[in-house]
């Protein structure tokens, strides 16, 4: 069935199809991934074989491309970790899924970018079964063996593609301490988190979760990624259910999202029973100096006061708090005027980018809104106003040029 089978992306797919840009290739990855998945709900042996050969023409399909963005390696990341779990999960005898793994490997031998590097994270996955894991890591353990061990005794440094598969088969073997003896080995030089995260993930699997947590703490050193370590020692006290330790220990180091909001939102979520306010409050002493880039995160969280507060301790964007002091001027004016007031004062100090004119009049417009609101006189928000362009000469001047119209009512 899968050889009479035609899938439309494969003949997409051929050595050097695309030029310089990413954006086709990446539309035809996604593409791609939309037709096996759509396979997989029927076909999910189908699907695996599509997966196979589709990680198999991907890396020389888009030789060419320019990678320096990103955005490709970014999506061959994606699609990776979405055939993945299709080809592990079909159950296919062990004869063709040896096949495809004999195929996956040839092609990340191939592969000199490496666009398919990531897929060794994955290999014992792959494998589906202890007894594949252990026939690979038998097959792959002696040259990285050997490639460690002349390392250690040169100085040199050697690289090995198979390095991360042939650790991910020995830990889904079960193969726990040949694994940790293995990666001692390449020691010689530092210890690198790359191949002893596999061996903190036995130790953790062994049920030896204290050792695992002093093995991962063991590897901090310089570029040792900080992040990624107190994610793993956070993992394993929270499986353990060690709450409390596992917060006050490593829930600030180990989370890390694309905005302060969603961190906040993140450490939320893994400490349900901590009070949110405590857990924004230790984020914020977490970045001494950058309190104001907080303020989203307490204004979204509901804790308005603490907002404003942080807003004023540091530089905050005032084009952010210029929209907070809009959109709650009816719904909590106090709030929108000490927003609207503050994002003034922080222009007049100087804060935010490209600030403009503009800016100056949305900010009084929101103030004015909101002081209407809360029933206050439009004379003391004036005075304020001017009180601020004074206490700051030199960037106050833009904003009283800007407002001079307006004060001058």
Avoid at 93 to 118: F, G, I, N, S, T
Wanted: charged share 25%; hydrophobic share 45%; aromatic share 10%.
């Amino acid at each position: 069935m899968a050889i009479a089978y035609k899938w439309q992306f494969a003949p997409r797919f051929r050595r050097n199809a695309f030029g310089w840009k990413s954006d086709t290739p990446i539309l035809r990855i996604k593409e791609a991934l939309a037709e096996i998945k759509a396979v997989a709900k029927k076909e999910p042996v189908l699907a695996a074989e599509g997966s196979v050969l589709l990680l198999e023409k991907l890396a020389p399909a888009i030789e060419q491309v320019d990678s320096s963005s990103g955005r490709i390696g970014s999506a061959v990341n994606g699609a990776i970790e979405t055939l993945v779990p299709i080809i592990a999960k079909a159950g296919a005898a062990r004869v063709v899924r040896e096949k495809w793994l004999d195929r996956l490997y040839e092609a990340l031998q191939e592969d000199d970018m490496p666009y398919l590097e990531y897929l060794g994270e994955f290999w014992g996955e792959l494998c589906a079964t202890p007894e594949i894991a252990a026939k690979w890591a038998d097959y792959l353990s002696p040259t990285l063996t050997t490639m460690w061990d002349h390392c250690a005794r040169s100085g040199e440094y050697g690289y090995f593609k198979g390095t991360t598969a042939c650790l991910s088969a020995l830990y889904c073997a079960g193969r726990y301490e040949e694994l940790l003896a293995l990666i001692a080995k390449s020691e010689y030089r530092y210890k690198s988190w790359h191949w002893r995260v596999w061996g903190a993930k036995a130790l953790a699997k062994a049920g030896r979760g204290a050792e695992a947590i002093r093995y991962a703490e063991d590897t901090k050193g310089l570029n040792a990624p900080v992040t990624a370590i107190a994610a793993f020692c956070e993992g394993v006290l929270l499986d353990a259910g060690f709450m409390d330790e596992a917060y006050a220990r490593y829930a600030v180091e180990a989370t890390c999202a694309t905005t302060n909001l969603a961190t906040f939102k993140a450490v939320a979520k893994k400490y349900p029973h901590m009070p949110r306010e405590t857990i924004l409050r230790d984020l914020v002493a977490s970045q001494p100096g950058q309190e104001g880039k907080w303020f989203a995160a307490a204004k979204d969280a509901g804790f308005f006061e603490l907002a404003i507060e942080l807003a004023n301790r540091s530089p905050s964007d005032p084009r952010t708090l210029i929209r907070a002091a809009r959109d709650f001027a009816v719904e909590r004016p106090d709030f929108a005027m000490a927003a609207g007031m503050t994002a003034l004062r922080g222009i007049a100090k100087g804060w935010g980018y490209d600030i403009t004119g503009a800016d100056v009049l949305n900010a009084y417009a929101a103030l004015v809104a909101a002081a209407g609101t809360a029933g206050v006189d439009v004379m003391v928000v004036r005075a304020d106003v001017r009180a601020v362009i004074a206490a700051s000469p030199s960037e106050g001047e833009f904003v009283g040029l800007v407002l001079e119209r307006q004060l001058a009512m």
